[in-house]
């Protein structure tokens, strides 16, 4: 998507420095656009924990490119202890998050690829050819995602004569966490380039803001219309009748439909089912655990209480952290809840829509039956 | 309660000058303790509109504060003159904020009572003596509210033998958002009092971070053990059995029991509901609306984007506002929602505890009924 009017994506290789993979520093938006240079595998790893990126398709694309970057660094003396460096370079980059399921999968998939390839050199090359491919398959998922889901959008657009279609979104389920085009917003992203009229409620997304800094940035970067308003008054406009649809992401779903994605997501669930309004979870299939059948199951990462008590923003033209709480008062920081399969109205997938269910998963994907 | 170590209400006459209110700027909490002296009507209108006091039975004592401060000023020719520039006076003081039902009530009791004497001296009198009933009657009405509500907690306490019990509550319901004691906490500071072991989980309440900065701050004040959690956590809370109760204060409480309360106070109702918490409002009896059947009728406040865009904290020794968003994405600010009354589980009032239905509510309150 665009930036400045210039087409960016999160991460790719530098120009003319095929050793040097480059990603958005998104700690820093909306107040700075700062493109950051990884050489090495620890420095994904830091851009993964420290959420200079973040987003389960990005994190994913992420963790295959910090494979590749230790494998430019890996011992050459032989294959075996180069393929140690990388085992233990995959578990260091397993370790820095533990819900988004996508980091497992593109790890994995950068280890089945060096797997198939003899020699040093040529494991290499794959692990780069394999981290593009990573990288362009979420994007052309996220394309897809929004090719079938602004049909649920052009629908209601007709319903409403002409208004504007209101959308809830909560945290960034936009390009910024994926590679391209986003999955919350991909269908949004269609419906305004097709000229239909839509306008977006930012939820803020406590405590890190990624609503109100990010999806709220790329939004205005596009010109799409938005709001931001606080994570509390979801409910509120959904009462009113100010919502037509709920469009979130996620950072990992059950094979049964249950829903792992940013705190807070649940409560919307329940406000959309309460009110009649339609929820949509959008997502691309790698962000499916084929292994679990019940969310309550899926691990919810903890985060630093600093992440509640303080918050970062612009001041005399400078980025700072303030502090919000009594300096003395303890802080929890759960980063996902799990929103039910029973709350969800139907799932936008690269392959189509269907319902938030195992059958209705299955029927789109009948390659991973048992 | 107390203020290290020193007892304070929220606001009071200053020792040695009757003719100056004291209130606590709250808008420095918690990072500075700073006394406001109110001198002229006009100043209390300031400090209820820009939330140097908030909270529904602090509002209606600042107002009723307010007139006395008017009447020691309004003119002395004549007492028609008097009267004119009262009422506009309460005119001018019941249009700083729209959703707090006790504003009003606070500005008719002291007309009425004003009106029941004769002479202008005689009716500045009777506007303190009556302000200071009413600030008073709402200190001891809270008080019964702890009295009353304990039971509550002890009963779960009893459940959980010696565990505590886990309270979570939305913005400040607390003695700052009243004269004294506070509403939602008034149960819980009479079960700390009384050696049960409690928690507090303390939402944020964004935007203006009432819990977060209040309720944190008055809770650790008192040694109230807590945590804050941003405004998303609630339902994951619950799904996961570490909430035993909810309980929040209300801004006006229709007679048939629905609730209007800080924004995000129907998602947290919702969660509760889905979860099997209890759901408790506690509330004097000054904040029930008796006119009004149809909670969805009672007057949103929408306040301004700032309030959502940037954000106050400590930095560098200051308390400084920060931008969160791009600085040219619209915000929208609804201050309250409504819970209905199906949400609730119970009202918990000075006169005892009831269901929140008419049925309940003119149980406890005869003289009301029509």
């Not at 094979?255 to 940013?262: C, F, L, M, P």
């Not at 189509?352 to 789109?364: K, M, S, Y």
């Amino acid at each position: 998507m665009k930036v400045n009017g210039q087409p960016y994506r999160t991460i790719w290789l530098k120009p003319g420095n095929p050793k040097t993979v480059q990603i958005i520093d998104q700690r820093h938006l909306p107040h700075a656009f700062v493109i950051e240079d990884l050489t090495h595998m620890e420095e994904a790893a830091t851009a993964i924990k420290d959420m200079h990126v973040r987003g389960a398709p990005l994190i994913g694309a992420t963790a295959a490119f910090g494979l590749y970057l230790a494998a430019l660094h890996a011992p050459r003396g032989s294959e075996a202890a180069f393929n140690q460096a990388m085992q233990a370079a995959a578990e260091h980059l397993h370790a820095t998050r533990p819900t988004a399921i996508n980091l497992a999968w593109a790890l994995n998939t950068v280890l089945a690829a060096l797997e198939g390839v003899a020699g040093i050199e040529a494991k290499v090359a794959a692990a780069l050819k394999t981290a593009e491919q990573i990288a362009d398959d979420e994007a052309e998922a996220c394309r897809m995602i929004g090719v079938h889901g602004v049909g649920l959008i052009t629908r209601i657009a007709k319903l409403k004569g002409g208004q504007p279609v209101n959308i809830l979104t909560h945290c960034n389920a936009g390009w910024l966490a994926c590679v391209d085009y986003g999955t919350a917003t991909a269908p949004v992203y269609a419906a305004h380039d097709a000229g239909i009229p839509v306008h977006v409620w930012v939820d803020e997304t406590r405590p890190r803001n990624q609503g109100a800094r990010l999806t709220a940035w790329e939004l205005g970067q596009h010109g799409v219309p938005h709001t931001v308003v606080a994570d509390n008054v979801g409910g509120h406009l959904m009462q009113h009748g100010m919502v037509d649809m709920v469009i979130v992401g996620t950072d990992r779903t059950t094979y049964t439909g249950d829903v792992a994605n940013k705190i807070g997501t649940y409560l919307k669930a329940l406000a959309a089912k309460d009110n009649d309004v339609l929820f949509y979870v959008a997502l691309p299939s790698s962000t499916i655990d084929w292994e679990l059948r019940d969310g309550m199951e899926i691990p919810i990462e903890q985060r630093g209480a600093e992440e509640v008590k303080h918050i970062q923003g612009l001041v005399d033209g400078e980025i700072k952290s303030v502090l919000l709480t009594p300096a003395d008062s303890p802080a929890a920081n759960y980063a996902f809840d799990v929103t039910p399969s029973h709350l969800v109205d139907a799932l936008i997938t690269e392959r189509g829509i269907c319902p938030a269910n195992e059958e209705g998963i299955l029927g789109l994907f009948p390659e991973k039956k048992k």
